[in-house]
T-cell receptor, first 112, second 112 residues
Framework: KAGVTQTPRYLIKTRGQQVTLSCSPI?????VSWYQQTPGQGLQFLFE???????NKGNFPGRFSGRQFSNSRSEMNVSTLELGDSALYLC???????????FGPGTRLTVT | DQQVKQNSPSLSVQEGRISILNCDYT??????FLWYKKYPAEGPTFLIS?????DKNEDGRFTVFLNKSAKHLSLHIVPSQPGDSAVYFC???????????FGTGTRLKVLA
């Protein structure tokens, strides 16, 4: 099976702009979660989608949003970018009845 | 409030010796724990997990121990190999939510 894919892999944006990141889960996985990784902060949970519904949400401002499509692909959007949004954004998918998540390679976002 | 803590940012071990990575948690609702390994420029890879009904789980060279009363888990790698050099994250979940809280990671360096 193909793994989790994320596009784009690298992105440079300017403060105030918005960005959309994409994630394609492993075939058959209906759960998709997003994480932000910054140096010294580990992986911070953003949100989880399951069957097109947001099931869990982390402690991030409303500028961070997401959605999931009927084919389980997911997008994450960040509006009004700030310098502090520079990070590695990771997507993970999970089989319905399992706990283990499978991560994509991430999208490295740099905000200048 | 960091609910999952990895207090050692880095660890160096000689090849062939045991590596012990530690993780502490504060939320008594957590009942499922996972360890991930991360190489640079890649997403985390699932290593091993343990449910709170067990106190030990073994998979090849990797063993995870859980001490519920101390809210502490550890990952043992025996014998350590240079290819094990990576950042290791522990994660905890309340099984009812499938929401994962990650530690900040420990960078393991196995010296040849």
């Amino acid at each position: 099976k193909a793994g989790v894919t994320q596009t784009p892999r690298y992105l440079i944006k300017t403060r105030g702009q918005q960005v959309t990141l994409s994630c394609s889960p492993i075939s058959g996985h209906r759960s998709v979660s997003w994480y932000q990784q910054t140096p010294g902060q580990g992986l911070q949970f953003l949100f989880e989608y399951f069957s097109e519904t947001q099931r869990n949400k982390g402690n991030f401002p409303g500028r961070f949003s997401g959605r999931q499509f009927s084919n389980s692909r997911s997008e994450m959007n960040v509006s009004t970018l700030e310098l502090g949004d520079s990070a590695l954004y990771l997507c993970a998918s999970r089989p319905t009845s399992a706990y283990e998540q499978y991560f994509g390679p991430g999208t490295r976002l740099t905000v200048t | 409030d960091q609910q999952v803590k990895q207090n050692s940012p880095s660890l160096s071990v000689q090849e062939g010796r045991i590596s012990i990575l530690n993780c502490d948690y504060t939320n008594s609702m957590f009942d499922y724990f996972l360890w991930y390994k991360k190489y640079p420029a890649e997403g985390p890879t699932f290593l091993i997990s343990i449910s709170s009904i067990k106190d030990k789980n073994e998979d090849g060279r990797f063993t995870v121990f859980l001490n519920k009363s101390a809210k502490h888990l550890s990952l043992h790698i025996v014998p350590s190999q240079p290819g094990d050099s990576a950042v290791y994250f522990c994660a905890a979940s309340d099984s009812g939510t499938y929401k994962y809280i990650f530690g900040t990671g420990t960078r393991l360096k196995v010296l040849a």
